[in-house]
C-alpha cells in the first residue's frame, strides 16, 4: 500500500487544502477537489484553525456542486471532511431551507452569513435540485461531530418530516386539521423513504447529542408529525427511526412523548403499525421498555423486575 501512487501523492501535499480545492474545483479537477479534501480530513483541528466565516463560504461553494455535479465523488470526500467542521445554527438552517425570495437581515455579527447569500446560491433551483441540496445537507450533518442547534432547526426538520406525510407518501386524501389526519396511503418511492430515514436520524442525533449552549425544550418538539408518520409508514426502517426518536424526546419531555405513544394505539392509522408481524411487534416492545424505563428515572425511580415485567406485558397487549 505504501508504494501505491495514492499514497505517494497524499505525502507530497503542500499547500493549504482548501484554497487548493479551490483552484481545482474551477478547474473541475474532481481527483484532485477528492485528494484536497482526504488532505483536510487527515489534519488534526484543520477547520478549527480557519476562521468561521471562511469555512462556510467554502461549505456553501461545495453544497452548490450537488445540483451542477450530483454524482460527483468528490462530493463523498466532502462530507467525511466536514464532519470535523463546528456548524452554528443559523448557517444550518440557511442550508437546509429553501430560498426562493429575499429576506430582510436582521443585523448579525461579523461571523453571520447574510441571507442573501444563500437566495443567491440556491433561489433558482428546481425541486430535484431541493431534495438533492437536502439530501447531502443532511447527511453532512448527520456525519458532523457538533452541530449548533436552536429552535428554528428544529422547527424546520419536524416541518420536513410535515411535509414528506404528503410529498414523499404521496398521500390520497389528507384533513387540515392535524389532530384528524388520517391519510389513505397510495404509493411509497424508496428514494423518498431514504431521504426521510435521514431526516429522522439527523433529529435523533441532534436530540442526543446537542450542540452548543441551547437547551432544547417540549416547545422544540413537534411529535405529532412524528406520530403521523409512524401511522402512515410501510417501512420497517422509518417506523423503528421514529420509535427511536420518541424513546430519545421522552427525556425532554416524558409526559408528552408517552402520551403521544399512547395514542399511536388508540388510532394505528393504514401503516405497518396494523400488521402484527414479529418484527413491528419486538420493534414496538423495545421502545415502550425503553420509555418506561426513562419516565422512572425522570421520576427517580428505579425499574424493579416487576416494573419491567409490566412493561412488557403492556408491550405484549
Known sequence: MAASSEFARRQAFSGDPMKKARDWIKKEDWE??????????SRKSYFANKTSEDVEDF????????????????????????????FRSDFVTNLLKRHESPEPSPKKPKSAK????????????????????????????????????DSAVFSLLFDLIKESLASFFNFGEVVS???????????????????TMRIVNLLLKLI?????KYKITSADLKMDYVIEMMRNTHSHHILRECLR??????????????????SVFTFMGNGLLRKDNELTL????????????????????????????????????
Not at 386539521?177 to 428514494?191: A, G, H, I, M, R
Request: some cysteine.
Open 177 to 195: 386539521s392535524l389532530s384528524t389526519q388520517f391519510y389513505s396511503f397510495v404509493k411509497f418511492n424508496e428514494k423518498d423513504e431514504s431521504l
Open 32 to 41: 484532485n477537489v477528492s485528494w484536497a479534501f482526504d488532505e483536510m480530513s
Open 59 to 86: 461549505v456553501l461553494e461545495v453544497v452548490k456542486l450537488v445540483f451542477k455535479s450530483p454524482k460527483n465523488l468528490a462530493l463523498n470526500a466532502a462530507r467525511t471532511a466536514f464532519a470535523e467542521v463546528n
Open 114 to 149: 447574510s441571507s442573501d447569500i444563500f437566495f443567491e446560491a440556491f433561489h433558482t433551483e428546481s425541486d430535484e435540485d431541493y431534495q438533492r441540496r437536502l439530501g447531502f445537507v443532511v447527511e453532512m450533518l448527520t456525519n458532523s461531530k457538533s452541530v449548533a442547534v
Open 282 to 317: 419486538r420493534i414496538i416492545e423495545d421502545t415502550l421498555e425503553a420509555l418506561f424505563l426513562a419516565v422512572c428515572e425522570e421520576d427517580g425511580k428505579v425499574a424493579s423486575s416487576n416494573n419491567l415485567a409490566d412493561a412488557n406485558e403492556t408491550s405484549a397487549y
Open 208 to 212: 442526543k447529542s446537542p450542540g452548543g
Open 245 to 262: 426518536l420518541l424513546t430519545a424526546a421522552v427525556r425532554i419531555s416524558p409526559t408528552s412523548v408517552t402520551s403521544h405513544m399512547m
